[in-house]
């Protein structure tokens, strides 16, 4: 599976945006996805995760109510819409895939088995 994240950029607070992540492969679906985010000189940390069939979502406490996972499984493709953006949501957001990642721990790292290459998130205050 191959992944490519696109949709960062630079946004004033309180602003919108809307990652992509675009799968290569056809068992997209078997997959749960999640995103991550990792700071500048902090360690990479969840952020948000859905099952493969998109029945359930995942989020940390500190993006609930602001971001939104979705999943097109028809188009290999997962979503991240991010609302009221703040300046600590300032990072490199990467997707990320796991075949098991749903029973053995959706919000930990180590259970996706590929990434994708990361794009870059600004929140000006």
């Known amino acids: 599976v191959q992944l490519q994240a696109s949709g960062g950029g630079l946004v004033q607070a309180g602003g919108s945006l809307r990652l992509s992540c675009a799968a290569s492969?056809?068992?997209?679906?078997?997959?749960?996805m999640g995103w991550f985010r990792q700071a500048p000189g902090k360690e990479r940390e969840f952020v948000v995760a859905?099952?493969?069939?998109?029945?359930?979502?995942y989020y940390a406490d500190s993006v609930k109510g602001r971001f939104t996972i979705s999943r097109d499984n028809a188009k290999n493709t997962v979503y991240l819409q991010m609302n009221s953006l703040k300046p600590e949501d300032t990072a490199v957001y990467y997707c990320?895939?796991?075949?098991?990642?749903?029973?053995?721990?959706?919000?930990?790292?180590?259970?996706?088995?590929?990434w994708g290459q990361g794009t870059e998130v600004t929140v000006s205050s």
């Open positions: 990320a895939a796991g075949w098991a990642a749903q029973a053995m721990g959706i919000t930990d790292k180590s259970k996706y088995d590929y």
């Open positions: 859905i099952s493969g069939s998109g029945g359930s979502t």
């Open positions: 492969g056809r068992t997209f679906s078997s997959y749960a």
